[in-house]
């Protein structure tokens, strides 16, 4: 089996550990924003430095600043604007200004995508500029864009200018006119990675309660706090990674990478566009992975690229059909080659895949499910996804197949589940493979209680669907029951009547172990 | 009770008395809305009166008429009072949010009435545990842990129920990270609420005093608490959790049947359920039965809880059904188990699961469906014994008593089979059939394979059912 650094998803099935472990783990680590903790501030957007008063302390990074000075930015940053005036200078400010505040952040008006921060940085800017022109009571308040238009704005000329700048440039020549426009579309979300700091908040603070505060209207003092964090996070972390760079927040990543082949890296950083494939190119490696597959059958090369392919997939919020194939047939890869962990990943995102409706095999994968239910005997699952099948679902092939191997098994119908085994649709054998053992044993154990004297080493062999006499022979010698098996009037048969409680310990054993990395 | 002289005198008299139920009911939220309405206006009133030129804040108030009541001659210590000003300040809060989710009840205006209510209940909750843990509650007064955790759990329903209600079937592409998990946003309060729960377990659990004033004396009714919350959210991993760590200190605690019998019976109950859960079908029955004994006459919903589970153990354990006298004052089960305990007991394989079939939704939503499918083992055995009694004697020997024909063709077996399960059984799946009833020990007896003949026992080939 692969070694896996990708992070164990709590199972949605299993709701002990989805409920112990709330928290997402992200498609990334977004550990190194934790580094951000001691380290000093830098102001994240260049533009807005000189109106800080405060702006000098932070030129110098190297000279750690006393603890108050970075909060004392992010007060004055995040703080109600209300307050504002008095920390700066003792300024009576005009009706039409606080009028201009008030409509700011009244919830009519806010911007879902522009996040408290922004906005009292954008006020703070606009309204300090009036006062250092001295143009405070000649300014038309009243019609004066709010911050968040302004910042909605200032986004769409930064994201075209950029998308501009990435034509131009020669390692994406060959995008498409249409990728373009996407990139002004998706500016306005939030980006992934944004997503993931305050998700890693989450873990701090043990609140599950603002997985969604970026989202939500901040309406006190709280959610402000967590807002100063933020944007203290974000300014550490911005900055380490993309000084140059465009700004971070113009939603998820469009890849520009045309590399067919990558190696899986688990993120621990906003991923790059040049080195993320956008979803035409992911097609192409799709296609070429599969005919490597065909060809060289190298699980470790395979699994590793279907890896980052899923990476790419995620940074860029591609969910289609596309999508589910990737997952589909690098689950089914995973079973071919017993690789559980991973085949485990992919079911968990097939299942939420299949629920946004997209086309795909599902009823292939419902009752990949239940075999594999059966083998981890989890019969709290089992109820569980009997409980979600729909009358339709339970007539389809694959799934009644399932249902009729788990109804023999209960019955310890070993006959019928034997026969069931021999014509198991799509790649269900392979999980039935992982307990057909055990049920051999089972069965064993059955027929030597029951038959006297003794039955035909050939009955055997049919009974339990071994492909040949030998290869039962050998199950039989392999559990120690050589002495059971003699010759009588030209045939083998097999003496059960002497066999006692001989397999009885080694059913009990192989039916005790079921522990399974990334089990669902 | 509104917050005034009477209030304090209640709260006065519940402490000398040390009635820690009389003190729990003066946090009772479970009062009409108009009620509510004058607890949570009473603090105005309050205010008031008590100005006289100082504009102290409401918790200062409270302080000072828990101060002024008299409580001071039972010893209570300053801080002590400041934990509980905590506490009532904080159920005076609550009132306030759940007057306004009552009265708006059935109308769609607001979203977030009850998921109010919640967390400021949750504050009371926290206010308590501070209060054990920082400003030296007595153990007597455990019933306010019962009163809030109880109240708790039920805020945290509704306010799942009001979140999924206005729900507009929110963008599913939500759904999509590495470790979505719908089921875990659906309950999401009542998962933080299990949370809550739990903290208060470790206030009771934790409690080093002499048990006499222990708070152990309340781990049973948060126990309880947190099975139901448990069972809700479908995590019977976490419930088992819970028995772990009593078990492991048990003998720290007071003995189990010195507890109040409602709350042995709950436990019982939730016991035994999780281990029939497991398939530990004799545990199971342990511990229902045990429910089932002690439980008050009366309480028919309960028992109907308890034998939903208890019956499939006796199908399994001992084989044997319900009578329908014991059915009788449970219309409920008898529609769900009746039907199939007329097919076990004549021994029709297809009605069974013609039955078995009719009942699925039902048996899956309360997991008794995998439990009672071994039914069929038990009609199969019936079936199989009537062709055995079918089969007549065999002449009996001069002076003997006659002896039932004992070797019986495989056959025959097959022929009472496939007219049972109306479908063509072949011979080595019949065989299958008849060795598992041996392995299960349901028949006594062994296959010949050579002679296509069961040897059955001649003394009670057929266990426990007298032939």
């Given amino acids: ?520 | 009770m509104e917050f005034g002289k009477e209030f304090y005198r209640e709260f006065a008299e519940a402490w000398t008395t040390q009635n820690g139920y009389q003190l729990g009911q003066t946090i009772s939220p479970d009062l009409p809305a108009a009620d509510l309405q004058r607890i949570y206006r009473s603090m105005d009133t309050e205010h008031l009166n008590w100005k006289n030129g100082r504009n102290d804040d409401y918790k200062t108030l409270i302080k000072r008429g828990l101060q002024n009541s008299g409580v001071k001659a039972q010893g209570i210590s300053p801080n002590e009072v400041q934990g509980w000003a905590e506490v009532y300040h904080a159920y005076w809060k609550s009132t306030g949010c759940l007057f306004a989710a009552k009265r708006s009840q059935g109308n769609q205006g607001s979203t977030s009435l009850w998921t109010e209510v919640y967390d400021e209940w949750k504050k009371l909750v926290n206010a308590l545990i501070q209060g054990y843990n920082s400003h030296g509650f007595e153990a007597w007064t455990i019933p306010c842990l019962y009163m809030a955790g109880k109240h708790l759990r039920l805020f945290a329903m509704k306010a799942d129920d009001e979140r999924n209600k206005n729900a507009v079937d929110n963008d599913p592409s939500a759904a999509f990270r590495d470790d979505f998990d719908p089921e875990s946003e659906k309950h999401k309060q009542l998962e933080d609420c299990a949370r809550v729960l739990n903290r208060i377990f470790t206030v009771c659990l934790s409690d080093r005093a002499p048990l006499a004033e222990s708070r152990k004396w309340g781990i049973y009714y948060i126990i309880n608490l947190l099975f139901k919350t448990y069972f809700k959210l479908n995590s019977t991993s976490l419930s088992k959790n819970v028995i772990k760590v009593l078990t492991a200190g048990r003998g720290d605690m007071p003995d189990f049947y010195a507890f109040p019998k409602s709350q042995q019976v709950t436990f019982k109950y939730h016991e035994g359920v999780l281990a029939f859960l497991e398939e530990n079908y004799v545990e199971a029955e342990k511990h229902l039965t045990e429910a089932w004994n002690t439980i008050h006459k009366d309480a028919t919903r309960n028992k109907e809880l308890i034998l939903t589970y208890l019956i499939p153990c006796h199908l399994i354990t001992t084989h044997t059904l319900p009578s329908e006298k014991l059915l009788e004052p449970y219309p409920r089960l008898q529609k769900l188990f009746l039907p199939l305990c007329r097919c076990i007991k004549k021994g029709e394989l297809h009605a069974f699961d013609v039955a078995l079939q009719e009942g699925e939704d039902e048996f899956v939503k309360r997991r008794i469906y995998l439990t009672l499918e071994r039914g069929r083992d038990i009609a199969l055995r019936n079936l199989l014994r009537k062709v055995f009694i079918a089969g007549g004697f065999v002449t009996a020997k001069e002076g003997e008593l006659p002896v039932r024909r004992t070797r019986i063709p495989v056959s025959e077996f097959a022929a009472a089979i496939t007219l049972g399960s109306q479908e063509k059984v072949d011979n080595d799946e019949v065989e299958c059939l008849l060795a598992n009833m041996i392995y299960k020990g349901l028949m006594k007896g062994y296959i010949s394979r050579d002679h296509g003949m069961v040897v059955l026992s001649k003394s009670g080939a057929f266990p426990g059912t007298g032939v």
């Fill in chain 1, 1 to 520: 089996m692969m070694p896996t650094t990708w992070p164990a998803p709590p199972p949605p099935g299993a709701p002990s550990n989805g409920y112990t472990v709330p928290y997402p783990a992200p498609a990334f680590t977004p550990v190194p924003v934790r580094q951000s903790f001691g380290q000093p501030l830098v102001v994240p957007q260049p533009h807005l430095l000189p109106t800080y008063p405060l702006a000098p302390n932070y030129a110098h990074p190297q000279s750690q600043p006393p603890p108050s000075a970075p909060t004392n930015y992010a007060t004055a940053v995040a703080s109600p604007p209300s307050e504002t005036p008095e920390q700066k200078k003792k300024i009576e400010w005009p009706e039409s200004v606080r009028n201009y505040v008030q409509r700011s952040f009244s919830t009519d008006n806010l911007v879902a995508s522009v996040s408290r921060g922004e906005m009292e940085a954008k006020l703070k800017e606009t309204i300090s500029q009036a006062a250092d022109n001295n143009v405070m009571y000649s300014v038309d308040w009243d019609s004066m864009p709010l911050p968040q238009q302004m910042i909605v704005e200032e986004r769409k000329k930064r994201s075209q200018a950029s998308a501009s700048a990435v034509g131009s440039s020669p390692t994406s020549k060959k995008r498409k006119s249409s990728d373009l426009s996407d990139v002004a579309n998706l500016a306005i979300n939030n980006p992934p990675w944004r997503a993931g700091a305050s998700r890693l908040e989450d873990r701090v603070s043990f609140s599950k309660d603002k997985r969604q505060a970026s989202d939500e209207t901040p309406d006190n003092s709280k959610l402000n706090k967590l807002e100063k964090r933020q944007k203290r996070f974000n300014g550490g972390y911005t900055s380490t990674y993309r000084s140059p760079s465009p700004p971070p927040d113009n939603g998820p990543v469009v890849g520009t990478s045309q590399n067919l082949e990558k190696r899986y890296l688990r993120l621990t950083a906003a991923p790059k566009a040049s080195e993320v494939r956008p979803p035409h190119i992911l097609r192409q490696t799709l296609e070429l992975l599969k005919k490597k597959w065909k060809k060289d059958q190298n699980y470790g090369y395979i699994c590793d690229q279907f890896k980052s392919m899923r990476q790419d997939l995620t940074v860029q919020c591609v969910r289609d059909e596309f999508t589910v194939e990737v997952y589909e047939i690098h689950a089914r890869i995973a079973l071919e080659k017993g690789d559980l962990g991973e085949y485990n990943q992919c079911q968990t995102q097939l299942k939420a895949l299949y629920k946004l409706g997209l086309k795909g095999k599902p009823n292939e994968f419902k009752a990949y499910r239940i075999l594999y239910y059966i083998h981890t005997a989890n019969k709290t699952e089992l109820n569980s996804a009997l409980a979600d099948l729909t009358a339709a679902e339970k007539k389809d092939p694959a799934i009644k197949h399932a249902l009729d191997v788990r109804s023999a098994l209960a019955l310890g119908n070993y006959h019928r589940f034997f026969r069931l085994y021999n014509e198991t649709p799509n790649m269900g054998a392979y999980l039935m493979d992982m307990f057909v053992g055990r049920e051999r044993l089972a069965a064993l154990c059955n027929l030597c209680r029951a038959y006297k004297p003794d039955i035909p080493l050939r009955f055997v062999a049919e009974e339990l669907y071994f492909e040949s006499d030998m290869e039962a022979a050998q199950f039989i010698v392999d559990h120690q029951g050589e002495n059971l098996l003699t010759e009588k009037n030209g045939t083998i048969v097999f003496l059960t009547g002497k066999a006692g409680a001989l397999f009885e310990g080694a059913k009990t054993a192989a039916f005790s172990r079921v522990d399974i990395k990334g089990q669902i």
